[in-house]
């Protein structure tokens, strides 16, 4: 019975392992931390808020007059009716890994766009301002192309002469920076126009996905120091965020969309922040940050009869140094938390930092894993060797365990304390086997979430066959590496990387030392074989930095064996 109990016991710690992994990494279907889905390179169908909810983007684009957006890492441009910016591709991106591969376009007309928008609240009829609208045609004041260097200015002047102007800069990355004047040329306005502004973005609602997630994508903002994550398929469910902020002056909040690789988000930039709305109403997803300009009443007894509103809008990719940047530079709070790390951020974020250094060292991201794995190995060797020790000594023991068994034979109360005043007497944890494998678990959570989300690694090759070290191995047993024309099952998509894994794990173990519970020693043999089924559909560098870690225990347990005396 006790070599029973122990194998349960064996068993329950892998079980943990690699459930727990799971649970750790994957968002769980609540009304307060959603499930998400996968957002990626899906073709959007168009947004039914334009008339014509069946033409093509090329034709949307050529319906209005624009304003071309250029930059190094950016391409679009500013649709003239509403002042919107709904035409965004990221030239550095690929949807895909082949050399012909479009650009990602991450805002398109018809799909999904951002503007900004007046309003007014708790007025009186005599205090309506005619405001500019969504089909509302801005002329262009200044500036025929939008770059780093230029700026562009468009104006609107309503029946009554206030005119609105707004100007849009950008940096060399994906940093929208939107000022927005209000002013009365007639000189006849009331000096308190009570204007308030919109950020939104608009965008039609994703198509459901079944399966968990571990990234979230979604409506996202950080407000008042609290994250607020809501998946599109609660949208979809129509279920509703609203965060009522306080009045504050110089509030730093941001909002906006976010999946696994894009963001899509207002910032706030000391103007006074009034709410924030994510929802979802007849197909199509909102979010909406309502904001005021700080002191609004000085503004416009100061400047007789002008109110300014500056905002930035961040349309790119989550490159975590730009997030960064942006974070201490322009004073947005936590835009590093728009790149979902997880549980153990206070981990993820230096290993990817560590991962990306070495990269830069070396200039291979093969060889820079190889070197953070081998820093790892280093830093548990202490643990190793002593677990190896351990492990020895149990097996050393065992013909005292044996004679324990047969004294204690039909009492096993007695027996298994024995066994226990033994253990205690000898120092020996019967589980140490097991430790340096737990010990490793963070840092494997860790590195899924670092090869699952990371962008810099979007796309990066290892070698050979493995095109993208973010993606699972495509490759499969089952229909001999792609020799038999058939995609198998998803269960059975275990790559020649995979099990080259669970080869070296099974060879480690060998190598190890034997187990005197015959149960726990057949256990021993099976973890592999999960870990093969369980990992196959884990991002390749993952998958290659396990595979090392095992050659590298490999060597480890031949230096142990050779070194420690039996």
């Known amino acids: 019975m006790s070599e029973v109990k122990n194998a349960f016991v064996a068993f329950g710690i892998c079980f943990v392992i690699l459930f727990g992994f799971n649970y750790l990494t994957t968002k769980h279907v609540d009304d307060n931390v959603p499930n998400s889905q996968e957002l990626e390179n899906i073709q959007i169908e168009h947004v039914s808020t334009?008339?014509?909810e069946h033409r093509s983007r090329e034709e949307a684009l050529k319906a209005d007059p624009r304003v071309r957006i250029k930059t190094g890492n950016i391409e679009g441009s500013i649709n003239l009716k509403g002042a919107a910016i709904d035409d965004i591709s990221l030239v550095r991106y690929q949807q895909t890994t082949a050399a012909d591969s479009p650009p990602v376009i991450l805002l398109s007309p018809d799909e999904y766009r951002a503007h900004v928008r007046f309003s007014q609240s708790n007025v009186t009829k005599n205090q309506i301002i005619e405001l500019p609208q969504k089909d509302t045609m801005w002329d262009v004041l200044t500036g025929d192309i939008l770059t780093p260097t230029t700026p562009v200015t468009l104006t609107w002047t309503n029946s009554s002469g206030l005119v609105f102007e707004r100007t849009f800069s950008i940096d060399k990355f994906f940093m929208i920076f939107i000022t927005d004047k209000v002013y009365d040329k007639s000189n006849q306005q009331n000096k308190h126009f009570n204007i308030e502004v919109v950020c939104e973005m608009i965008r039609k609602s994703m198509p459901e996905q079944k399966s968990a997630s571990s990234v979230h994508e979604g409506g996202i903002a950080y407000i008042e120091g609290n994250l607020i994550e809501i998946a599109s398929n609660k949208l979809s469910a129509n279920k509703r965020t609203d965060v009522q902020i306080r009045n504050m002056d110089e509030l730093n909040g941001w909002a906006g969309f976010t999946n696994k690789y894009w963001l899509t988000a207002f910032a706030l930039n000391g103007n006074v922040g009034?709410?924030?709305k994510i929802f979802e109403k007849n197909n199509i997803q909102y979010c909406q940050l309502k904001e005021r300009p700080k002191n609004l009443a000085q503004q416009t007894s100061e400047n007789s009869n002008e109110i300014v509103f500056t905002n930035m809008l961040f349309v790119g990719a989550k490159d975590l140094k730009h997030l960064d940047k942006y974070r201490v530079e322009l004073g947005i709070e936590k835009f590093d938390l728009a790149v979902d790390f997880g549980w153990f951020y206070f981990l993820t974020k230096p290993l990817f930092y560590a991962l990306q250094f070495l990269n830069s060292l070396i200039g291979n991201l093969a060889l820079a894993i190889v070197v953070l794995t081998i820093l790892s190995k280093l830093v548990l060797f202490p643990i190793a060797r002593s677990a190896h020790r351990s492990m020895m000594n149990m097996k050393n023991l065992q013909p005292k365990i044996v004679l324990l068994k047969q004294q204690y034979e039909h009492d096993k109360y007695k027996m298994q304390e024995a066994l226990m005043l033994l253990y205690k007497k000898e120092h020996i944890n019967p589980l140490s086997g097991f430790w340096p494998l737990l010990v490793q678990m963070p840092i494997f959570f860790c590195l899924y979430k670092v090869f699952s989300i990371s962008i810099e690694l979007r796309h990066a090759p290892l070698a050979f066959w493995i095109k993208d070290l973010s993606s699972p191995d495509t490759t499969s047993l089952f229909n001999?590496?792609?020799?038999?024309?058939?995609?198998?099952?998803?269960?059975?998509?275990?790559?020649?990387?995979?099990?080259?894994?669970?080869?070296?794990?099974i060879l480690q173990q060998k190598l190890s030392p034997q187990q005197p519970d015959p149960a726990q020693a057949k256990l021993a043999y099976i973890v592999p074989l999960i870990f093969l089924f369980f990992c196959s559909s884990f991002p390749s560098g993952l998958v290659f930095y396990w595979m090392i870690s095992n050659v590298l225990s490999i060597f480890q347990q031949m230096y142990f064996n050779k070194t420690t005396k039996t």
């Open 480 to 505: 001999l590496f792609g020799l038999i024309p058939w995609t198998p099952p998803s269960l059975l998509q275990i790559g020649i990387l995979p099990l080259l894994m669970g080869a070296t794990m």
């Open 274 to 276: 009034l709410g924030v």
């Open 50 to 52: 334009n008339s014509d």
